[in-house]
């Protein structure tokens, strides 16, 4: 059978062996070897021209598929409640197309070849939703001690609101094949939370047993047990296979496990760090510092990571596999382990503090107890990350290390600064006037909390002067829930106009609509200070009706 692949799986299949016949013809002592590698070079760019061909003819039977898809699903909208036969038959039918079922699976999973119906999923609740922004996969097995699975889905449900439930569906993947206990679970979680049911927020689906294979010829490794290298297995089968069915569904896939609580308005805060990120080049985002939990996919880079995984399925834990990915992918072998890290955290991006905590006390695997806790779950934040309007961002305060305002007005990492004296100031310019409706700068966080502002101002450059000063004198800015009281609006030799002050280390107020379009905003600093400088939050917001907020949701 002629294997298939994507352009993107053959760079990192190939590249290795590119780099390893470089290395052996600058290592070779005759040119023979030299000769002998140019051919194995030049046989493979054939391999990889023919790929990037076949990888544009693939592409375009995607589109056609989704097409019908989408049609598809327009009529299923119309009805209500689970799939029906006929139904499922037309969903299969058109999952058989799709590339992210892989043409070659069957060279991993070569069973396959005697059980077509091996990758079709059983789907027990779903509305066939498609389109959304977040897919959520939940996969869960039967436990001899104890579930956690309804408590995971209602931590989950809860950070939610109805609007964002619009944009979400959370797919729970039952990875059992015994019926029984499959349409239990189902039942469950109809009865415990039926308007999500009934919607399409959740959805639930299982493998046909013919989908695995015989697990009793694995080979041990690791030093892991026979039971433990079954177990961590199939449990890269399962996440393959639930990626494979989430992939088409959204645009984003958040990996969790059944054993997790959620911190509140989580979806929001993922879609606002997914909005700061300026690479385009990540693979994920990490929510969590434990194994495979909180880790955000584009759903278009979903084919790759699962053919990745059943590559070497039987060889070790899904996380290893992951990172070693990564290795592929950006690690150069003649460069030591920390340019290998360094490069890794470019496609690997991590967002601090944890959303999602392990709480499972007995593993899925059967006898094996864990008290896995995230330490970064229950921190205070460092910094508090917004979205806020683009602008140059400039200061003349001494900046300490890599803690620079740019990183701090993006959400990535807090500002700090050696000790500011009179005159100093930090600016954003804007790239366009815009209309702000508040402003919130927050000084020194809870490492640092003696690092504030004490003596500055907030001020701020109207687009045209079409404000006499007199107009501007009867004008106060009344706080938002804030400190700042009525502060009397000041104008200053060079055109600003001060609108607020820090008390506390903290400025937050609303900026008076009669301002304007406003084209930059300034933080001066009045007097000298002994201690250091620290922004740990910084917020612009724009007036909604004139500058709508871009985030993921």
């Known amino acids: 059978m002629r294997l298939r692949l994507t352009s993107a799986l053959t760079f990192v299949c190939l590249s290795a062996l590119f780099s390893f016949a470089w290395y052996a013809a600058r290592s070779g002592s005759g ?33 056609s598929v989704l097409n019908e898809i989408k049609q598809f699903i327009g009529e299923l909208a119309s009805t209500s409640g689970n799939f029906t036969d006929s139904t499922k038959l037309n969903v299969l039918s058109l999952a058989n197309k799709l590339p992210i079922h892989l043409s070659n699976i069957h060279y991993y999973l070569p069973h396959l070849q005697e059980h077509e119906d091996g990758i079709y999923p059983n ?11 977040m897919v959520i996969g939940v996969p869960t097995v039967r436990r001899e001690k104890e579930s956690y699975l309804m408590d995971t889905l209602q931590s989950l449900l809860s950070g939610m609101s109805e609007d964002q439930k619009k944009h979400c569906m959370i797919i729970i993947f039952v990875a059992e094949v015994d019926l029984k206990y499959v349409n239990s679970i189902a039942e469950s979680i109809r009865s415990r939370f039926p308007k999500e049911a009934l919607s399409g927020v959740l959805e639930v689906v299982s493998p046909p047993a013919s989908y695995y294979p015989k697990f009793s010829n694995l ?14 297995t199939k449990q890269n089968l399962d996440y393959s296979f639930l990626m494979m069915y989430a992939q088409p569904r959204g645009t984003f896939y958040l990996q969790l496990e059944d054993d997790i609580i959620a911190k509140p308005s989580y979806i929001q805060t993922i879609s606002e760090f997914v909005v700061l990120q300026d690479s385009k080049e990540w693979m994920f985002l990490e929510f969590s510092q434990l194994g495979f939990i909180g880790k955000l996919f584009r759903c278009r880079d979903l084919p790759l990571i699962v053919e990745f995984l059943l590559m070497f399925y039987k060889d070790k834990p899904v996380d290893w596999l992951l990172d070693h ?33 392990h709480v499972g006390i007995h593993s899925s695997l059967t006898g094996k107890i864990q008290k896995l806790k995230d330490r970064d779950f229950g921190k205070n934040p460092l910094l508090t990350a917004h979205v806020n309007p683009a602008a140059e961002v400039t200061t003349s305060l001494k900046v300490f290390q890599h ?10 990492e807090f ?27 927050k000084s020194g966080n809870a490492e640092h909390p003696g690092d504030i502002i004490v003596d500055a101002t907030v001020e701020v450059l109207p687009n045209a002067d079409f404000l006499s000063f007199y107009l501007l004198q009867e004008i106060d800015i009344q706080s938002a829930g804030g400190n700042s009281g009525n502060f009397k609006i000041v104008k200053t030799q060079d055109g600003y106009f001060q609108i607020g002050t820090f008390k506390n280390g903290i400025a937050d107020g609303i900026v008076n609509p009669s301002l304007g379009n406003i084209k930059a905003l300034r933080l001066s600093i009045h007097s000298s200070s002994a201690t250091w400088l620290l922004l740990s939050e910084i917020f612009i917001k724009m007036q909604w009706e004139e500058n709508k907020k871009e985030t993921l949701l």
């Open 219 to 232: 080979k041990a490794s690791l030093g892991d047990s026979s039971e433990r290298v079954r177990w961590r």
């Open 123 to 133: 789907v027990v609740i779903g509305q066939g939703r498609t389109g959304v922004a």
């Open 325 to 357: 990915l990564l290795w592929v992918k950006v690690c150069n072998p003649e460069k030591d382990a920390r340019h290998c890290e360094r490069q890794k955290t470019y496609l690997r991006m991590r967002y601090r503090p944890s959303l999602f905590q």
């Open 31 to 63: 040119g023979s070897i030299l000769d002998l590698n140019q051919r194995q070079l030049l046989e493979l760019r054939q391999r990889l021209f023919f790929a990037e061909k076949e990888n544009k003819k693939r592409s375009q039977e995607l589109n």
């Open 403 to 412: 803690f620079t305002l740019e990183k701090a007005y993006k959400g990535i």
């Open 415 to 441: 500002f700090w600064a050696f000790a500011p004296v009179a005159g100093d100031y930090i600016l954003f310019s804007f790239w366009q006037p815009i209309k702000i409706e508040r402003y919130l700068f």
